[in-house]
């Protein structure tokens, strides 16, 4: 062994003494814990419903409700640090999460009632052990853990339901969001309402295209009345998918430019020069009507020209 | 691969059939220019409904025939540019700027006899 190596081991051995302990000399630790913490399981169960009834949590849910999930949590709890494995656990806070969420209940809630549960059996510890302070020691290392895992694991599980359920939302907006209609033959219109992002854009594009190929479409109107506001980038999506449009032979219009947008647009020197624009969707449709070679009119004057 | 190139009627149309090199569509380019005054033709139709990329060199090659075509009394219209090759011809910018684009044969030969017909009536 080298001189360096030696040196090396030297410098590490006083961190190994502090290392975690292992499985096996966690085991009889863990079970003593376990059992404490099923011996206990009425009176800590109670504790904790009274400990977030006091910290005003959960308050869209009703007593009952919550000492039912308070003992589930529990049981599941004691589960994982048993046995070590995460999946229960994080099956049944998805589970919970789903049932909870519609409710109202808010990631500080519930973060917050599996610390006071991590801070009302770490506290039983200390009234258990209390005379024997190593031993303590040596449960604690066990728990802390394995009860910072548990915590983690809840919360974790909460936080991905929502962002789920965010992103499930996002998609159904998005598709409700662009049609393409059909007003007449070979005339269509696509209302686009709130804010265009890049990946908006792009799938206003395809659908627009795949509908122009399949609607055989010559003129399409382009209404952006219901679009707020709008930057040098939205500018060049939309510039974009009128060119795009064209290359399948359609003309585009677009119509519904607020005063806002048009002074934005001014100001910030976007060339729309390409682009055929109209002030509002009647007037787009009757210009499109126009390139169709329609002509609306009343029915009386039709009467008197025949 | 050479790219046939039929008369119908007034009009010359050359359906590309497959993914061209560069050096076929110099070939497609030159072979409709002479054709162009050879049938006297009035218009001219490519068709690229089977082709699912189209790069800067073929754009370029169907903007000039265009414009050649045009020194030449004739007018061009692009049929069949498939959705994806749009949308990815415009990303990369290349949108065949004064080139008139049609949605497939049908309606470019529409285009074309609309054209015919605005002549007439401007009476050249």
């Not at chain 1, 048009?262 to 969707?281: K, N, R, Y």
Request: charge should be negative.
């Amino acid at each position: 062994m080298s001189t360096k190596e030696a040196a090396a081991m030297v410098r590490i051995s006083p961190l190994s003494a502090q290392r975690a302990p292992s499985r096996e000399e966690m085991a009889p630790l863990l079970s003593e814990l376990v059992s404490h913490l099923r011996e206990s399981r009425t009176q800590l169960r109670q504790e904790w419903a009274r400990r977030i009834a006091l910290t005003q949590l959960l308050r869209a849910m009703t007593e009952e409700e919550i000492f039912a999930e308070a003992t589930s949590v529990y049981d599941n709890y004691v589960e994982a640090l048993e046995t070590g494995t995460f999946e229960a656990l994080q099956a049944y806070s998805r589970n919970l999460s789903e049932r909870i969420i519609p409710r109202g209940v808010e990631t500080h809630e519930v973060v917050g009632i599996v610390l006071l549960l991590r801070d009302v059996l770490a506290r039983s510890l200390f009234a258990k052990y209390h005379e024997d302070f190593t031993q303590l020691n040596r449960i604690l290392d066990t728990y802390e853990p394995a009860a910072n895992r548990i915590a983690n694991t809840v919360a974790v599980g909460f936080v991905q339901e929502r962002e789920r359920i965010i992103l499930q939302q996002q998609e159904a907006i998005r598709e409700l969001s662009t049609p393409v209609l059909q007003v007449r033959e070979r005339l269509l219109i696509l209302p686009i309402i709130g804010v265009i992002d890049p990946h908006r854009a792009r799938q206003l594009t395809e659908q627009l295209l795949r509908a122009i190929r399949t609607n055989r479409a010559k003129v399409v109107v382009i209404d952006i009345t219901g679009v707020a506001a709008m930057d040098a980038n939205v500018a060049n999506h939309l510039v974009q998918t009128v060119e795009a449009a064209r290359l399948l032979g359609a003309t585009v219009i677009v119509t519904g430019l607020s005063p806002e947008i048009a002074q934005t647009l001014v100001t910030i020197g976007v060339d729309l020069s390409e682009m055929a624009t109209v002030g509002d969707l009647q007037g787009g449709i009757e210009e499109a009507e126009r390139l169709l070679g329609y002509k609306v009119l009343p029915l009386a004057e039709l009467g008197s020209q025949n | 691969m050479e790219v046939p190139i039929l008369k119908q009627g007034q009009y010359l149309i050359a359906s590309i059939q497959s993914a061209l090199t560069d050096a076929d569509l110099s070939q497609l380019r030159e072979a409709l220019i002479a054709q162009v005054g050879r049938y006297r033709a009035r218009g001219v139709i490519v068709d690229v409904t089977a082709l699912d990329v189209m790069d800067s060199f073929a754009v370029r090659t169907l903007r000039d025939v265009t414009h050649m075509a045009r020194l030449r009394g004739s007018e061009t219209v692009i049929v069949g540019i498939q959705p994806e090759v749009a949308f990815a011809m415009v990303q990369l910018g290349l949108t065949l700027k004064g080139v008139a684009t049609a949605l497939d044969l049908e309606e470019g030969l529409a285009f074309l006899d609309q054209r015919g017909r605005d002549r007439v009536e401007r009476g050249n």
